[in-house]
T-cell receptor, first 111, second 115 residues
């Protein structure tokens, strides 16, 4: 079970690009990297998922180096509404019961 | 499309009482699960199911029961509530086939207080 390490909190200002890095040194060959976002009093919401290199969708980009021991979630031009907790999960796709939600990274976007 | 629906949203119980948290999904997902989230912490898996009639324990199953009689419903039963079960409970579901991404869909949560 690949554990992850991510910063407890980050501060940013509106309009800036935010990069949240997750370390997963023990990632296995079949593991994918998935990021979720959670607003206060709501359930987590899927943001992005990748296996290697770069994945981009309408919300974020995910950068994964060749050794896959870390990954970076990039949020372009954040707004106040991006203030949330961001979780990095590593595991075999569809093995949901093995996914470990740590404490996540609390992103605080300031005006 | 309702997604994952949890009821009730709020509940206060006295120690020793029993109750059931309801979870229903209308996406025909095979996988369903229950998590609890304590203040300032991540989510911990209580029980999960990979299909009707199949359930298994997660990380923190003690004090909770589940059943999966239909694909749509996955109720969580607290047998004898204790103050340590005060938490926010989330139900989540997903597909388990390669035609879909490995995305968990979460409900809005049920906030439980045990006095």
């Amino acid at each position: 079970l690949a554990k992850t390490t991510q910063p407890i909190s980050m501060d940013s200002y509106e309009g800036q690009e935010v990069n949240i890095t997750c370390s997963h040194n023990n990632i296995a060959t079949n593991d994918y990297i998935t990021w979720y976002q959670q607003f206060p009093s709501q359930g987590p919401r899927f943001i992005i998922q990748g296996y290697k290199t770069k994945v981009t969708n309408e919300v974020a980009s995910l950068f994964i180096p060749a050794d896959r021991k870390s990954s970076t979630l990039s949020l372009p031009r954040v707004s106040l509404s991006d203030t949330a907790v961001y979780y990095c999960l590593v595991g075999e796709i569809y093995n949901f019961n093995k996914f470990y939600f740590g404490s996540g990274t609390k992103l605080n976007v300031k005006p | 499309n309702a997604g994952v629906t949890q009821t009730p949203k709020f509940q206060v119980l006295k120690t020793g009482q029993s109750m059931t948290l309801q979870c229903a999904q209308d996406m025909n997902h095979e996988y369903m699960s229950w998590y609890r989230q304590d203040p300032g912490m991540g989510l911990r898996l209580i029980h999960y199911s990979v299909g009707a009639g199949i359930t298994d324990q997660g990380e923190v199953p003690n004090g909770y029961n589940v059943s999966r009689s239909t694909t749509e419903d996955f109720p969580l039963r607290l047998l004898s509530a204790a103050p340590s079960q005060t938490s926010v409970y989330f139900c989540a579901s997903s597909y388990m086939d390669s035609a879909n991404t490995g995305e968990l869909f979460f409900g809005e949560g049920s906030r439980l207080t045990v006095l």
